[in-house]
C-alpha cells in the first residue's frame, strides 16, 4: 500500500514561517508529480503548489514568492517552505501524489493543520 505522511504543521504568528514535509512509500518515486493542497474550515480544497518529477514548479497565485515546494528523489520526500504566513494561509494542508507516466494514480496523505493566530 502506499503512504504519504504529512508532518511540520502547527501554530505560527502572522508573517512567520513553517516548513511541511511528506514522507512517501512511493516506489518510482521520480514518475510521480508531487503537490500540496489545503483546505479550510468551509471551503473546497484548493492547490497550493506543485513541482513535477523533472523538478517544474507552479504555484497558486496566492502563495507565489511566499512558499517554496522542493522534492528530494534520494530520500522520496517533499516538502513546502512557507514564508510571510497570512491567516487565509491557515488550513489543513495535504500532499499529494499523481503519476504522471502510464495509468493514472493518485494519492493523498491525511493532512498536517497549520494554524496562523496572533
Known sequence: QV???????????PGGSLRL?????????NVYHMGWYRQAP???REFVAVISRDGIRNYADSVKGRFTISRDNAKNTVDLQMNS????DAAVYYCNARRAVGIFADYWGQGTQVTVSS
Do not use: R
Not at 3 to 13: A, I, K, M, P, R
Not at 21 to 29: D, G, M, R
Not at 85 to 88: N, S
Open 3 to 13: 503512504q504519504l505522511v504529512e508532518s511540520g504543521g502547527g501554530l505560527v504568528q
Open 21 to 29: 514535509s511528506c514522507a512517501t512509500s512511493i516506489s518510482a518515486f
Open 42 to 44: 468551509g471551503k473546497q
Open 85 to 88: 504566513l497570512k491567516p487565509d
